[in-house]
């Protein structure tokens, strides 16, 4: 089955892939994904419209253990952004008690520190074909280099991106997010990745920098009068960044050339334990 094409921002964009592994033209194509959801237009989204609302959310969210996580030194921001995503999509598919994902397990398994293992698609590969394990300590959230034992080998295919869809434009992340769940996506942070005054919107994109992975949860569109459209962005810089390590990215963020790509969630997990085959 051939890729679906479409041209946003004047460069074309495909459907049905996983991200971009380094640069444009260097995809892996993976055909069970869906490529057909339907693109909403803005209009019929429903998006926080205040900063109070953009906060409550934020609040909600955390009082209910959804919490920035922290890459603790290691260039290890996509692999939390997926676990964080399935995390997300877990505990708003009404999954109880929360289930906390080991991201530094599967930095480990995309080959991180040693080749790409930095780039979203590598640990969007490896959640997709092996999950994410579940934290049972917090030496193992950190662990990034222990060889995967057979428990957490099995454990993890439980918790597993098995359904989604690529969102190669933010038109299709927001009416992702407004209609199934969570995306995972990659920008170009620029040398501006920094909040405003208020703590939560970061600024315009400008320069040069290193990419960002990260994840915007269920109802994470936001349209303020101030700022316009943006989507809520839960983070792996603590939660010392923006407002308790939530922030919003605008709109021009995913318009920009250095923007990677977007994954949405829309079914992750085994809730009964069985394993994903």
């Known amino acids: ?8 921002g004047g460069k074309e964009r495909y459907m049905g892939l996983l991200p971009r592994k380094a640069a444009v033209g260097s995809l892996l194509f993976a055909p069970h994904y869906e490529d057909s959801f339907v693109l909403t237009p803005r209009e019929k989204w429903r998006p926080l419209l ?3 609302a953009i906060k409550a959310h934020v609040d909600y969210y955390i009082a209910n253990g959804i919490l920035a996580s922290d890459q603790n030194g290691f260039g290890s921001c996509a ?11 877990t505990y708003d598919a009404g999954i109880t008690p929360l289930v906390r994902l080991a991201s530094g397990r599967l930095y480990h398994l995309s080959g991180g520190g040693y080749d790409g293992g930095s780039t979203l698609s590598d640990n969007l590969l490896m959640a997709t074909n092996f999950g994410i394990p579940k934290i049972t300590s917090r030496q193992q959230e950190l662990d990034y280099r222990s060889n995967w034992t057979e428990e957490e080998t099995k454990d993890a ?20 997010v407004d209609t199934y769940g969570s995306v995972i996506h990659g920008v170009n942070t620029g040398r501006n ?10 600024s ?13 949860p269920p109802q994470g569109v936001c349209h303020t009068e101030e700022h316009g459209w943006g989507l809520l962005t839960c ?37 009964s334990g069985t394993p994903n085959p």
């Open 79 to 89: 692999a939390n952004a997926c676990a964080m995503g399935v995390e997300q999509a």
């Open 235 to 271: 983070g792996s810089w603590s939660e010392d960044f923006g407002y308790k390590g939530w922030y919003v990215i605008p709109e021009a963020y995913f318009a920009a050339e250095s923007f990677t790509d977007g994954f949405g969630i829309a079914a992750v997990v085994f809730p």
């Open 157 to 176: 295919r439980c918790h597993a991106i098995i359904r989604a869809s690529d969102c190669p434009t933010f038109d299709y992340m927001g009416a992702f």
């Open 50 to 52: 205040t900063d109070e």
């Open 193 to 202: 990745y920094d909040t405003d005054s208020s703590g939560l919107w970061i």
């Open 1 to 8: 089955m051939a890729p679906t094409i479409i041209v946003a």
């Open 204 to 216: 315009r994109p400008a320069g040069s920098g290193g990419g960002h992975g990260q994840v915007t």
